[in-house]
């Protein structure tokens, strides 16, 4: 008897096993096309993810994740989702070096260091990296985490505050990457992992500059990996990319003082830094949004036009109505101390 001879009287078996109308419906044609497409579209989608890690590893293999081995410089973890990562990966044992402006209002872990610094200062870094290298070692993972946002149109926001938000969003990671690849190349091994945002996807009215520095980001990341693979040799520096929705923690202050009126889901720091935990001790080169089911908003900018724009208007509007609560309830405010 043949396998599939074998496969069949199995099937047949375990078929006649099950009640009546389960019986109908795996003999039904579409229900069996159905189930054929179903399979179908699983094996693509991981066939699409195997090529994807594969081709972004450079066909290496990931090492294994070595504690000892392994040092995480870490940007703006002195709050928020860096604070969350810090904590998440000192808690696996991890070494974890955090570089801020602002000092820790906490108690470090044992196996955390802290360096104050500002990352938009290029002597500052050479700086800090030198008491870091005697201290500790050469970094092996490199999170660009610190941010900061603004809100306001084009037209009210200061020009010092549209200047800084891009040299922490983005003339930092050149600085910190020019200070701290270097090494990785040498030992061909490392990571570089950016914290960008959706909003390199979909750029949003009170959001300019944020949005272009969360481009920028993006294209800082391909950038790197093309050069590491094509100039510098390093095919095993990995490079990585989050991209998080709305998270809740002191930079979106003013949307969580009015999440109601703005109604848009945040989600808690610590599935953001589940996200990059995961992405550092896997040591691949990755691409990963956060929440996973919002992987879609990679499509916005190949859609049709007219289509673009309905999302991108959908999603302004939201702070519009937000900015006339605000406003409303000041002259309300202001109404009542007339009075
Ligand atoms: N909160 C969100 O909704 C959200 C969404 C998507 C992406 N992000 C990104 O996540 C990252 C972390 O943001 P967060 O929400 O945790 O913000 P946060 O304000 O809680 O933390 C940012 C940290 O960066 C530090 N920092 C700012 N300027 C610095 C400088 N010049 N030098 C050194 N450190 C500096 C701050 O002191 C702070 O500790 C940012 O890159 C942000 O753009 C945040």
Not at 151 to 163: F, N
Not at 167 to 173: A, C, D, F, K, L
């Amino acid at each position: 008897m043949s396998a599939w001879d074998l496969v069949q009287q199995y099937s047949q078996t375990a078929l006649s096993q099950l009640p009546a109308p389960a019986q109908q419906l795996v003999q039904n044609p579409i229900a069996q096309k159905a189930a054929g497409a179903l399979i179908g579209l699983g094996l693509l989608r991981t066939i699409n993810n195997s090529l994807t890690q594969w081709t972004l590893n450079n066909w290496t293999s990931a090492e294994p994740w070595s504690n000892s081995r392994e040092l995480v410089l870490l940007t703006g973890g002195c709050s928020g989702i860096g604070k969350q990562v810090m904590q998440d990966l000192s808690g696996k044992g991890v070494r974890v070096v955090i570089l801020d402006i602002a000092e820790p209002n906490f108690k470090l872990p044992a196996n955390v260091a802290f360096y104050r610094a500002d990352i938009t200062k290029s002597a500052n870094i050479a700086e800090v990296a030198k008491l870091i290298r005697a201290d500790h070692g050469e970094p092996t993972v490199l999170i660009n985490n610190a941010g900061v946002g603004n809100d306001g149109t084009i037209l009210e926001e200061t020009e010092a505050k549209i200047r800084q938000s891009f040299e922490v969003n983005t003339i930092s990671h050149f600085l910190m990457v020019r200070e701290f690849l270097p090494a990785m190349v040498r030992a061909n091994h490392g990571h570089v992992i950016t914290v960008a945002s959706m909003a390199s996807f979909v750029a949003l009215a009170e959001m300019a500059d944020y949005c272009c520095t969360k481009v920028s980001a993006l294209a800082f990341h391909e950038t790197l990996r093309q050069e590491l693979n094509h100039y510098y040799k390093a095919p095993r520096v990995r490079t990585s990319i989050v991209h998080p929705y709305w998270v809740r923690t002191p930079m979106i202050k003013v949307l969580t003082d009015w999440e109601k009126e703005f109604g848009q889901p945040i989600m808690t720091v610590d599935k953001v830094a589940n996200a990059i935990v995961k992405q550092v001790l896997s040591q691949n080169s990755g691409q990963v949004l956060v929440p996973g089911h919002l992987a879609i908003a990679r499509i916005v900018r190949a859609l049709p036009t007219w289509l673009q724009e309905h999302v991108r208007s959908k999603e302004s509007a939201k702070f519009k109505y937000m900015r006339e609560q605000q406003e409303r309830a000041e002259r309300a405010e202001r109404d009542l101390q007339k009075a």
